[in-house]
C-alpha cells in the first residue's frame, strides 16, 4: 500500500490491527503523535505495520483491572498511520502516528508476535474521515477562555500567534492530545460523539482541574 494512502471510509481501514497500550496517550483524528519505541515486541510491531498497511491501534489500558501483563484494555481506541519513521543507533525507533479514525474494539486475536492485536470495527466513527467536521458548533471562545485559564493558573507560555491561526479542529484535537488530565478524563475526550461535545468536556474537566486548584504536573506546550 503506498505511503501517501487516503482513507475515505471504514472500509478503507483494516478489520485486524495491532495495538499499542499505552496509558494517558491520546491519539484522534489527524492528530500527530510521537512515539519512542524500544520494546522488543513493539519494534517487531512497528515492522510488521511497515510491511503492510502501516496502521497502529492506540489504546488505552482500563486502570480499575489490575493486570501489568496483560491489561484488559477500553473498548475505544484510535488507528494511527506511521508517517515518519527512523532508526537510532541503539535499536530503537522514532516513529509519529497520524491518526486516522477511531476504531472500537470487538475481539483480541491471537498473535505469536508479543504484541496485541484486535478485530475492530469503525462503522460508528464514521464522521472521523471528513476533516473539519462540525467546526462550525464548537465553543472557540470558551476553549481559548479554558486555555487562557489554564496557563495563567500554572504559569505556562503558549504560541498565542499558532492558536489564533488553527482551525477548531486542530485546535480541539491538539489541546486535548496535549493535556495533562488523567486516562479516564482523555478517554471521555476519545469517545466524544462530535467535535463540539470533545471541547466541552475539554472545557469542563480544565474548569475542574482549576477549581481544585491542584492535579497532574502541567506539560501542556
Known amino acids: 500500500m503506498s505511503t501517501h ?3 475515505h471510509g471504514p472500509a478503507d481501514c483494516p478489520a485486524i490491527l495491532p495495538v499499542f497500550p499505552l496509558p494517558g496517550a491520546l491519539l484522534l483524528p489527524r492528530g500527530q ?3 519512542n519505541i524500544f520494546e522488543p515486541r513493539y519494534l517487531a510491531m512497528v515492522d510488521d505495520a511497515l510491511r503492510g ?4 491501534g492506540m489504546i488505552q489500558p482500563d486502570p480499575d483491572v489490575s493486570s501489568t501483563s496483560h491489561p484488559k484494555l477500553f473498548r475505544v481506541g484510535c488507528a494511527g498511520r506511521i508517517t515518519q519513521y527512523a532508526e537510532t543507533g541503539d535499536g530503537r525507533y522514532l516513529i509519529s ?20 492485536t484486535c478485530q475492530v470495527s469503525y462503522d460508528e466513527f464514521a464522521m472521523d474521515f471528513q476533516a473539519r467536521a462540525g467546526e462550525d458548533k464548537v465553543d472557540r471562545a470558551g476553549v481559548l477562555k479554558a486555555l487562557r485559564d489554564f496557563v495563567e493558573s500554572n504559569d505556562l507560555k503558549v504560541d498565542w500567534a499558532g ?9 480541539v484535537n491538539a489541546l486535548c ?3 495533562p488530565f488523567g486516562v479516564r478524563e482523555k478517554q471521555a475526550m476519545l469517545e466524544a460523539a462530535d467535535l463540539k461535545t470533545r471541547a466541552e468536556i475539554l472545557i469542563a474537566v480544565t474548569q475542574m482541574e482549576l477549581l481544585r486548584g491542584s492535579g497532574p504536573e502541567p506539560t501542556m506546550q
Open 163 to 171: 492558536i489564533d491561526e488553527a482551525p477548531n479542529e486542530a485546535l
Open 177 to 179: 492530545m496535549m493535556s
Open 5 to 7: 494512502s487516503e482513507y
Open 97 to 116: 502516528l497520524t491518526g486516522v479514525s477511531r476504531f472500537r474494539v470487538e475481539g483480541e486475536v491471537a498473535s505469536a508476535q508479543g504484541y496485541r
Open 53 to 56: 498497511h502501516r496502521l497502529i
Open 33 to 35: 503523535m510521537p512515539l
